[in-house]
């Protein structure tokens, strides 16, 4: 049964640095595109990033361009978004999605396998 993960959420202060992991289990990570998306309370779900099954292309939201970095390890199944200089507008519930067919993309309705969320505050 395919399977994700998410972790490595918390309380940060503005400014500070997090790197969530999206871990997956039932299915080999490197045939799926892998999206990163988050939604705030009262918020619709934005898109945060993707990223390539070989690992070579990704794709930002105007939002987290030069904070947010994703990467793979394929070896490891897992997928992980480094998100540096964090403002009080990125708390959010994050989730990671894998996508079977088609390319890195950040709209949500075309991901069909989702996290649980990890739970992202950045406050002081």
């Known amino acids: 049964q395919l399977q994700l993960v998410e972790s490595g959420g918390g309380l940060v202060q503005p400014g500070g640095s997090l790197r969530l992991s999206c871990e997956a289990s039932g299915f080999i990570v490197d045939r799926y595109v892998i999206g990163w998306f988050r939604q705030a309370p009262g918020k619709e779900r934005e898109g945060v990033s993707c990223?390539?099954?070989?690992?070579?292309?990704?794709n930002y939201a105007d939002s987290v361009k030069g904070r947010f970095t994703i990467s793979r390890d394929n070896a490891k199944n897992t997928v992980y978004l480094q998100m540096n200089n964090l403002k009080a507008e990125d708390t959010a519930v994050y989730y990671c999605?894998?996508?079977?067919?088609?390319?890195?993309?950040?709209?949500?309705?075309?991901?069909?396998?989702w996290g649980q969320g990890t739970q992202v505050t950045v406050s002081s």
């Open positions: 990223i390539s099954r070989s690992g070579d292309r990704s």
């Open positions: 999605a894998a996508r079977r067919l088609g390319a890195c993309t950040v709209v949500a309705e075309l991901f069909g396998s």
